[in-house]
């Protein structure tokens, strides 16, 4: 029975759960536990069937909504959009490359390490069909990579209409040379100053086409209210590395929220969201320590999604018609969330607006 249980697992999870397929394999599964019946009498499940059926639905649901969740469809075609998405050469950033590909849409890829980059860029290419990707380096740690890559992007590419904010970093040291946590750095002032540079292209193209700017945030925002000083501080341990993270993910909430109201009046709508628990490579410094490993080990194959689901949330925010009038707002499993009071905090959003703006002033335009 156990054997037959752990088959049923393996085929529903590798497939998307669809009823028609969850009803097939379970009375599969029954057939194969119980034996084909010479023919169908009245009272007719054993208590053993039962179990199965039961621990089938439970198996259902865990992968349905745990290691699955919802799948964005659309029919909508992007031809002649153009999409940029950070971090664009792994995990869900490549998922959602795959996803925008197949759509037809012009897609550029950003992420430090450029022979990762062409790499996934012909994954990406493969799995879309699409011939239209393009891998560009970009280092949101450096502000001078920002600001030429930015020039690059627009030599290059006349439109953006899908800004994906999706690089992002967790467990690792340091301080930046401008004095903030290398994490608080790269995953906030980075994408605060890459932002910035690329509105002023946002908003041309927002003129003939709406655009969207989507900032991949995390359900760990909720680990604490903005705490300024903490971000200039290094950290001391997993919990510790936790939370800084949790501090910029926190951040690029308030950011988008602060984005949102700027761009009043604009044909651009932005969006927070959080992809869900999703197997990639950004716990790797966490499994340097062998009970982290071990414990990874365990827990991802039971409760982290592939990549593709990651990408279902991103797609919803960029392509759904209904989620313009929530711009500004938080989203998670293709749908709306409300957001913690400490997210919402006006103040501490304006604080951390004007403090980006300190930090990055060097090296921004006049773009608003
Ligand atoms: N996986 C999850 O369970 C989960 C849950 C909630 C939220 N998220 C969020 O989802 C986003 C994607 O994470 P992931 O899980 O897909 O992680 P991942 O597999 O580690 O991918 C991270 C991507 O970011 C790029 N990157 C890292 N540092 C960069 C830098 N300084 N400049 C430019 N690009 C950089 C990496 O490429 P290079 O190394 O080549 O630069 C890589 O493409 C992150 O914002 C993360 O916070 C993930």
Redesign the pocket.
């Known amino acids: 029975m156990v054997g037959t249980f752990l088959c049923y697992l393996y085929l529903l999870s590798h497939y998307r759960v669809r009823v028609a397929g969850f009803v097939a394999v379970t009375v599969l599964c029954l057939l194969l536990q119980c034996g084909f019946p010479s023919r169908i009498e009245a009272n007719m499940l054993s208590k053993k069937q039962v179990l199965i059926v039961i621990l089938a639905l439970l198996a259902y649901y865990w992968i349905k909504y745990v290691k699955q969740g919802p799948v964005y469809t659309t029919d909508k075609r992007l031809d002649g959009k153009t999409v940029l998405i950070?971090?664009?050469?792994?995990?869900?950033?490549k998922a959602t490359a795959i996803e925008f590909a197949k759509l037809g849409a012009r897609v550029v890829i950003?992420?430090?390490?450029v022979q990762?980059?062409q790499k996934a860029k012909y994954d990406i290419i493969e799995e879309a069909g699409n011939k239209n990707v393009f891998a560009m380096q970009?280092?949101?740690?450096n502000f001078n990579s920002i600001k030429s890559f930015v020039k690059q992007f627009d030599k290059e590419q006349e439109h953006l209409h899908y800004l994906i904010n999706?690089?992002?970093?967790?467990g690792i040291d340091g301080i930046t040379d401008y004095g903030y946590h290398r994490v608080f750095g790269?995953?906030h002032f980075?994408t605060f100053l890459l932002t910035n540079l690329l509105m002023k292209t946002i908003k041309e193209t927002s003129k003939r086409s709406p655009a969207r700017i989507v900032n991949?945030s995390?359900?760990l925002y909720k680990l604490g209210a903005l705490d300024f000083d903490y971000i200039r501080s290094e950290t001391n341990g997993y919990f510790s590395d936790l939370k800084m993270y949790g501090q910029s993910?926190l951040a690029n909430i308030m950011f988008t929220i602060k984005l949102s109201k700027l761009l009043k009046g604009f044909d651009v709508t932005t969006y927070s969201m959080?992809?869900?628990?999703?197997k990639?490579?950004?716990g790797t410094s966490f499994q340097q320590s062998s009970i982290l490993n071990f414990a990874y080990k365990i827990i991802s194959p039971i409760f982290?999604r592939e990549g593709f689901y990651?990408a279902q949330t991103i797609m919803y925010c960029s392509l759904d018609d209904n989620v313009t009038k929530h711009s500004g707002g938080y989203f998670s499993n293709c749908k709306q969330e409300d957001l913690t009071e400490i997210a919402m905090n006006d103040g501490a959003s304006q604080k951390l607006w004007d403090i980006s703006v300190e930090v990055t002033q060097k090296y921004l335009n006049e773009n608003w």
């Open positions: 950070t971090g664009g050469n792994a995990g869900v950033g950003a992420s430090r390490n990762k980059s970009l280092d949101l740690e999706n690089a992002g970093v967790m790269i995953n980075g991949v995390a359900g993910k959080h992809p869900g628990a999703i990639s490579e950004i982290f990651g």
